[in-house]
């Protein structure tokens, strides 16, 4: 005995694809779940293994020099440490200048004023300027930046 009643009697009713798919027995929705979640927490525990590694600019002082490496590692401005949350990049002596008495320096072809306390103030010890930058959805910002001799 069915419930004609209940189901809407003489209305009449709309039939679609969505209700067909749900009554599919052979639909395949859930096929992709379990491979998309196993790649997005391997994608989350690389980033967040990179971002904790705190490195000199390209990791070749590690092995070269520990003394070096050291130093790099105790780096710090006013905004924290630099090789925490960016790793430094040389920068060549026509990609920054002081100007008005602040730094700015050019990062992917955009001049960047450096913020005051980003600037590290205890000797440059390699020589050469250094740039500790931050990417973001934001931007680029100055983490740290280190000026060099400018010879």
Not at 29 to 47: E, Y
Not at 95 to 117: C, F, K, M, Q, S
Request: charged letters at 25%; glycine letters at 8%.
């Amino acid at each position: 005995m069915s419930n004609w009643i209940d189901s809407g009697g003489h209305e009449p009713r709309q039939f679609s694809d969505a209700y067909a798919y749900q009554n599919n027995p052979h639909r395949r929705d859930g096929r992709w779940k379990v491979p998309l979640r196993l790649a997005c927490a391997a994608l989350l525990v690389t980033l967040a293994a990179q971002a904790s590694q705190a490195r000199d600019p390209d990791g070749r002082y590690a092995a070269q020099n520990p003394e070096l490496h050291k130093w790099f590692e105790s780096l710090r401005s006013g905004k924290g440490p630099c090789c925490s949350d960016a790793d430094g990049t040389a920068v060549s002596d026509v990609d920054w200048e002081t100007a008005n008495g602040h730094y700015r320096v050019r990062l992917d072809g955009e001049w960047i004023e450096v913020p005051d306390e980003a600037v590290i103030t205890e000797p440059n010890r390699i020589g050469r300027t250094m740039v500790w930058p931050i990417r973001g959805y934001l931007g680029v910002s100055i983490r740290c930046f280190m000026p060099g001799s400018m010879t």
